[in-house]
C-alpha cells in the first residue's frame, strides 16, 4: 500500500487507540510538577486547572503523534516494531488519519483557550515545535534530542503557568537534562536494534554511533545528577519550599536512572521510555517512592 490512502477499512477500535497513543499522555504527568513542588497540590481549583491542562496538552501531543506516523509511514514499514503500527501495516488510511489529527489539534486549542492566553501560547508553541520536528528537526543530529527535550520543558513551564506560580530555573533545567538522557538512550537503542538498516528510518542516525551516544549519556546523566542534588541544596530552595530534606529523595533519583542504564545497556531496551515506565516494576517503585517522599517532606515537614 505504497500511496497510504488503500486499506483502512479493516480498522478496529483497538487500532484507533493505538495510533493516538494513549500511553504517551504519561509524559504530560509533568504538567503536575509545577502544581507539587510550589505547595499547591492540595488546592483544589489548582488541581482541577492542571487536570484540564493534561487533557488539552494530551489531545495536542495524540495529534503530533498521529502526524508523525502520517509522515513516517513508507520508514515505518521497514522498522521490525513500528511496522505493526495502524498506519505503516495499511489499516488505517492516511486521509483519516490526518483528519483525526486535525480533529485532536482543534479540540486541544479550543480547550487551551479557557485556561488563559499564556496557556494557549505553549500549547501551540510545542505543536509549532512538533511540525518542526516532524518535518525538519527530526533529521538533525543533536537537534533531534534537543528538540525533544524541549517539548519536556514547555509541558513543566506550561503547569506552573496554568496555576499562575513563579517557574523555577531548577525545574527547567532538570527537566531538560533528564528529556536528554531519555532522547540519547532511545537513539542507543534504535541504533543497536537496527544495525545496518538504522539510517533508513532515521536520517540522523547516520550521524551517531554507540559510543558516540554514550559519551552523550554520560555527560547528561552526570549532568543531571549534580544539578538536582544541587538543587535540593539550594539555600534559595530551603526557604521558599520551607524544608531542608528533600535531599533525602536523591537516593530515588539515583535509583532511577542507574535502573534505566541498567535496562538500556543490559536489556537492551530504552527504545520507548514510556512502556518501560509502565512496564518495569522497579523504575515504578522507585518513581513512587521519590514523590511519595517530595509530598511528604513538602507538606508534612
Known amino acids: 500500500m505504497a500511496d497510504g490512502d488503500a486499506g483502512g477499512t479493516t480498522a478496529t477500535l483497538a487500532d484507533w487507540v493505538q495510533l493516538i497513543r494513549p500511553a504517551q499522555w504519561s509524559k504530560n504527568l509533568l504538567l503536575y510538577a509545577a502544581l507539587l513542588f510550589s505547595g499547591h ?16 496538552f494530551s489531545l495536542v501531543a495524540s495529534a503530533a503523534y498521529v502526524m508523525n506516523d502520517w509522515r513516517d509511514c513508507e520508514r515505518d514499514r521497514q522498522h521490525p516494531e513500528k511496522c505493526k503500527r495502524p498506519l505503516p501495516a495499511g489499516r488505517i488510511a492516511r486521509s483519516s488519519a490526518l483528519a483525526v489529527a486535525v480533529a ?7 480547550g487551551s483557550i479557557a485556561l488563559g492566553s499564556k496557556f494557549l501560547i505553549l500549547t501551540a508553541g510545542y505543536m509549532v515545535l512538533q511540525v518542526a520536528y ?18 519536556f520543558v ?8 496554568v496555576i499562575e506560580v513563579p517557574i523555577s530555573p531548577w525545574l527547567i533545567i532538570c527537566t531538560f537534562l533528564l528529556a536528554l538522557f531519555l532522547g540519547f538512550s532511545k537513539r542507543r537503542h534504535e541504533i543497536v536494534l537496527l544495525d545496518d538498516n538504522a539510517m533508513e528510518h532515521r536520517t540522523a542516525l547516520r550521524d551517531y554511533s554507540p559510543y558516540f551516544l554514550d559519551q552523550m549519556i554520560s555527560v547528561v546523566t552526570a549532568s543531571t545528577v549534580i544539578a538536582y542534588a544541587s538543587y535540593t541544596a539550594s539555600p534559595e530552595v530551603h526557604a521558599k519550599l520551607g524544608t531542608d530534606k528533600l535531599y533525602l529523595t536523591i537516593p530515588f533519583v539515583l535509583f532511577g536512572i542507574f535502573r534505566y542504564l541498567y535496562l538500556v545497556h543490559q536489556k537492551e531496551e530504552g527504545g520507548n521510555p514510556t512502556q518501560l515506565l509502565l512496564s518495569d516494576r522497579p523504575l515504578q517503585a522507585g518513581v513512587a517512592l521519590w514523590v511519595l517522599t517530595a509530598a511528604l517532606l513538602l507538606y508534612w515537614h
Not at 516532524?134 to 517539548?151: C, E, N, P, Y
Open 41 to 56: 497540590l492540595f488546592v483544589v481549583s489548582d488541581a482541577v486547572a492542571v487536570t484540564g491542562a493534561f487533557v488539552c
Open 104 to 110: 485532536l489539534l482543534v479540540a486541544g486549542l479550543a
Open 134 to 151: 516532524t518535518f525538519s528537526l527530526k533529521d538533525m543530529v543533536i537537534l533531534d534530542v534537543m528538540s525533544i527535550a524541549t517539548g
Open 154 to 161: 514547555i509541558r513543566a513551564v506550561a503547569g506552573g503557568v
